[in-house]
């Protein structure tokens, strides 16, 4: 969950992504949202995109560090402009996803479940307040995938889970 601070996110995102082992995790959802979001760039060292939910919109600039540590920029941006430059400036599938928010153990986890070109695809992501960070991994978490590249969405918008 993005930490905002006066406009703009905390510049250091430590973070585990995970697959799914099993459908548990849907009876303890405390609320989900839609997302929609576009690349604008993506090269080596870094991704842009533009992010809409609900009547929210943000550009976000995040590092393309492989592993648990990489810096993120968020900045919110009027929802005109954002959906204006999801249609007419950025790569194609646009990313569609629910994200469900599930609190197990005291963490908040959130599990993207992607729709459109990536569809079938539910990955389950923990925020953790500094590097090497203790959690507990409920019994739906399958294997983790923070250093697979697939699995980051700059990727996902240039090669769908669909074509795997």
């Not at 954002?82 to 400036?89: D, F, G, R, S, V």
Request: with cysteine; hydrophobic share 40%; net charge negative.
């Amino acid at each position: 969950m993005a930490v905002i601070i006066v406009g703009h996110k905390v510049a250091i995102e430590i973070e585990h992504k995970f697959l799914l082992a099993n459908n548990d995790w849907r009876n303890d959802v405390s609320y989900s949202v839609k997302y929609k979001q576009g690349y604008l760039n993506s090269v080596a060292t870094s991704s842009i995109r533009v992010r809409i939910s609900d009547n929210h919109a943000w550009l976000n600039i995040k590092s393309a560090t492989i592993g648990t540590q990489r810096h993120e920029y968020e900045y919110e941006i009027p929802l005109s402009d954002a959906q204006e430059i999801i249609t007419n400036l950025c790569k194609k599938p646009i990313i569609e996803k629910t994200r469900h928010i599930v609190i197990n153990e005291g963490n908040t986890w959130e599990i993207d479940e992607f729709e459109g070109d990536n569809m079938g695809l539910i990955v389950a992501e923990i925020e953790l307040p500094e590097v090497g960070a203790v959690f507990s991994k409920p019994n739906w978490l399958g294997a983790e995938v923070t250093s697979d590249l697939r699995y980051y969405n700059n990727n996902l918008a240039n090669h769908p889970y669909s074509v795997w």
